[in-house]
């Protein structure tokens, strides 16, 4: 069974910091990873999808990796911003070949003005 | 724009009495997906279709059903809605190899 956690669960940066939010999950059989942001109250808004395939993804300020070996990925924020206040949430599927997807907790990440 | 709209947004319902969400997409995605999301916690899948295949989690209450009677429509009925049913309830699709999700819709119990 798929378990993902994300760390830290929280974090508070000033304005402009370059940070890394962490995923790390059990089964490494997988096909794909996505890393999502949620506002307070909001659905969920796909940031990057990152194939078995590919080492990273870029999108603007942000690059996501995936090392399926070690069973991690990385979500990387340049120079951020208060805007970029939200929840980010890992999730890669929940089995080989499946349609379900586990999601870890999140990290609540605060960028100050 | 093609999108995962949810309806309604906040809905308030009374301890024991049934209520319907609905979820309609315009993506032509043949999964579609329930989830409900307590504060700060993460989503938890309720169920899926894979067409008009139903998946049910083995861990979904009996008190939740779903319908979906077309690619386009979804809908989650809770039967008896309980004091631990309020929360935020994600609708989302999925084209095998991305997600989409809805605004959701904030479930109110009295």
């Known amino acids: 069974k798929q378990e993902v956690t994300q760390i830290p669960a929280a974090l508070s940066v000033p304005e402009g910091e370059n940070l890394v939010l962490n995923c790390s999950f059990t089964d490494s059989a997988i096909y794909n990873l996505q890393w999502f942001r949620q506002d307070p109250g909001k659905g969920l808004t796909s940031l990057l999808l990152i194939q078995s395939s590919q080492r990273e993804q870029t999108s603007g300020r942000l690059n996501a990796s995936l090392d399926k070996s070690s069973g991690r990925s990385t979500l990387y924020i340049a120079a951020s911003q208060p805007g970029d206040s939200a929840t980010y949430l890992c999730a890669p599927p929940s089995q080989t070949g499946g349609f379900k997807t586990i999601f870890g907790a999140g990290t609540r990440l605060f960028v100050k003005a | 724009d093609a999108m995962v709209i949810q309806n309604p947004r906040y809905q308030v319902t009374q301890f024991g009495k049934p209520v319907t969400l609905s979820c309609s997409q315009t993506?032509?995605?043949?999964?579609m997906y329930w989830y409900q999301q307590k504060s700060s916690q993460a989503p938890k899948l309720l169920f899926h279709y894979y067409d008009k295949d139903f998946n049910n989690e083995a861990d979904t209450p009996d008190n939740f059903q779903s319908r979906r009677p077309n690619t386009s429509f979804c809908f989650l009925d809770i039967r008896s809605p309980g004091l631990g049913d309020a929360a935020m309830y994600l609708c989302?699709?999925?084209?095998?190899?991305?997600?989409?999700f809805g605004p959701g819709t904030r479930l109110l119990v009295l």
């Open positions: 993506l032509n995605h043949n999964v």
């Open positions: 989302a699709t999925s084209s095998r190899n991305s997600q989409y």
